[in-house]
């Protein structure tokens, strides 16, 4: 099976902008997870979507938002940025649905730079 | 919410000595308890796992306990080699909601 792909890997934007990021889970995976990585920070939760529904959300402003298409592949936007918004984002997936133990698989992350 | 802490954030340790990482947890709801390893530049990538009807699960040089009534859990590696030189995330899940550490640094000092 291949395995979770984020595009694109690597991103500059300047304050103000927004972006998307892409996520494709692993085949016959309906949850997909988001989360920001920042040194010391650890992976922060952003938000889960299953079935094109968004199941979970963390504490992340308004400004971050996602979706989920009916093929499970998911985007998640980030608006007007602050230089603070640079970090790995990085999509998860896994095959269960709410109350199974559910094992997550990491995409490779897209690094964002907000200059 | 779950609030995960773990200690310590470095850690280095002589190649053929054994390290260990500890993580506590606050949401007692949690029942699904992963531990990644992340290499320099690369993805996390599941190591081990525990769920809250075990207390402890080994598998070669890694072993994870869980201690559900203090809330707490813990990465043992044994005989440890330069190759296990990553940051090491622990998470507690309830569901699909996982919450995590914010990592160890491990260094193997051959």
């Known amino acids: 099976k291949a395995g979770v792909t984020q595009t694109p890997r690597y991103l500059i934007k300047t304050r103000g902008q927004q972006v998307t990021l892409s996520c494709s889970p692993i085949s016959g995976h309906r949850s997909v997870s988001w989360y920001q990585q920042t040194p010391g920070q650890g992976l922060q939760f952003l938000f889960e979507?299953?079935?094109?529904?968004?199941?979970n959300k963390g504490n992340f402003p308004g400004r971050f938002s996602g979706r989920q298409f009916s093929n499970s592949r998911s985007e998640m936007n980030v608006s007007t940025l602050e230089l603070g918004d640079s970090a790995l984002y990085l999509c998860?997936?896994?095959?269960?649905?709410?109350?199974?133990?559910?094992?997550?698989?990491f995409g490779p992350g897209t690094r964002l730079t907000v200059l | 919410g779950e609030n995960v802490e773990q200690h310590p954030s470095t850690l280095s340790v002589q190649e053929g000595d054994s390290a260990v990482i500890k993580c506590t947890y606050s949401d007692s709801a949690s029942n699904y308890f992963p531990w990644y390893k992340q290499e320099l530049g690369k993805r996390p990538q599941l190591i081990i796992d525990i769920r809250s009807n075990v207390g402890e699960k080994k598998d070669q040089r890694i072993a994870v306990t869980l201690n559900k009534t203090a809330k707490h859990f813990s990465l043992h590696i044994t005989e440890t080699q330069p190759e296990d030189s990553a940051v090491y995330f622990c998470?507690?899940?309830?569901?699909?909601?996982?919450?995590f550490g914010t990592g160890t640094s491990l260094t193997v000092i051959p």
């Open positions: 998860a997936s896994s095959s269960s649905g709410q109350g199974a133990y559910n094992e997550q698989f």
């Open positions: 979507y299953f079935s094109e529904t968004q199941r």
């Open positions: 998470a507690a899940s309830r569901g699909n909601q996982f919450y």
